[in-house]
């Protein structure tokens, strides 16, 4: 370990991925803060489309091997022996996890100590996490990984899986109080190394602008994947209310995903085909436009059927940094950044007249909107700037390494 270059390995399930931009500028944020980076990803990626901040990623990407057959796990085992002499004595761990993990592991070890890497960060406690863990149990280093939602809510989390986990790493990092707060009652002492770290933004790149008089139609923005969690459903429910009440608006919604073709024959139902452009996937560049553009933003996410649900979306934090006037739901952590009539207005989740109610509002209320927006972006300077988030997380990198060091001399004395 150096005094000025942690050296970190950032452990990923795909890497990388479209709807994950948040991990791109978490790795540029922590190269301009000096940390050393490297990349390993579990799987090819699958998007056809990336945004333009990845080529600015200077960190090399390793993808683990895909191939679960024993024959590449004893193939792997044997390599890694040479580099991670004391791999045998964790065969037990090994024998005890799924094949792909397993293979994963010992693959990133070898590449941990040829590297020279000093610790681990995953993002989300799922596999990533796993492979992280049992890495860092082969080569004694130590591990931290980032708990956002799916992978604390949703029903297919084994509480006891995630325990072990969150008991293992030095730091788990959580982007909301609300998570904070789950964790530690559902874990109690394994959760107590458990820190709360907002998301963040560039607010350089996301420069604030005071709207002024709305020429032509009024224009609602909404941005996400198109999955359950994001409520784009109840969203057309409470357009087409306002279209009802003849407001003279427009829609512009971004992302895809599994329920497209669901959502467009929605919007061709409620008759808004002419009124709601449904764009697809496209380059945050574009994306910064339209969110800018828009009169409001809407992010009426909701709890989904299998307990899935946001933690807080980044691009919910864009839109407050450019100045759109939010209207959101009180869904994990969201609340404590869109603060109800003092940073945008809170909806119940799943009630699209509401949701109609406070888009008019929004459209009707410029001054209120204006001040609400005006708080919002004070509130992202005080406490969502990426810069200070990067400190940060690295001090946590750093921390880290240094409890190994101080075990180390530890098990010296004795």
Known sequence: MTATTPRVGYVLKMY???SETFIVHEILQQEAAGTHVEIFSLRLPIDGRFHEALARVQAPVTYLSREHKASSFWSALRGATTDVPTVTDHLAALLAAPEDVALAAVELAGAIRRSGLEHLHAHFGSIAADVARLAARLTGITYSFTAHAKDIFHEEVV?????????EAHTTVTVSDFNLHHLRTEFGADAERVVRLYNSVDLEAFPFGTKGETR???RVAAVGRLV????FGDLLDAFAALRRDGRDVRLDLVGTGPLEQVLRAQVGALGLTDVVTMHGAMPQSQVREIVAAADVFAAPCVVGADGNRDGLPTVLLESMALGTPVVATPVTGIPEIVRHEQTGLIVPEADP???????ARTLDEPTAAA?????????LEADFDFRDHAVVLQG??????ASRSVDHREREVA
């Open 371 to 379: 001040r609400w927006a005006r708080a919002g972006r004070a509130l």
């Open 216 to 218: 032509g139609p009024a």
């Open 353 to 359: 007249a509401a949701l109609a109610a406070a888009l």
């Open 396 to 401: 946590i990198f750093r921390t880290a390494i």
């Open 16 to 18: 990388p991925r479209f």
């Open 159 to 167: 509480p006891a899986e995630l325990a072990t986990k969150l008991r």
């Open 228 to 231: 359950e969690k994001k409520g």
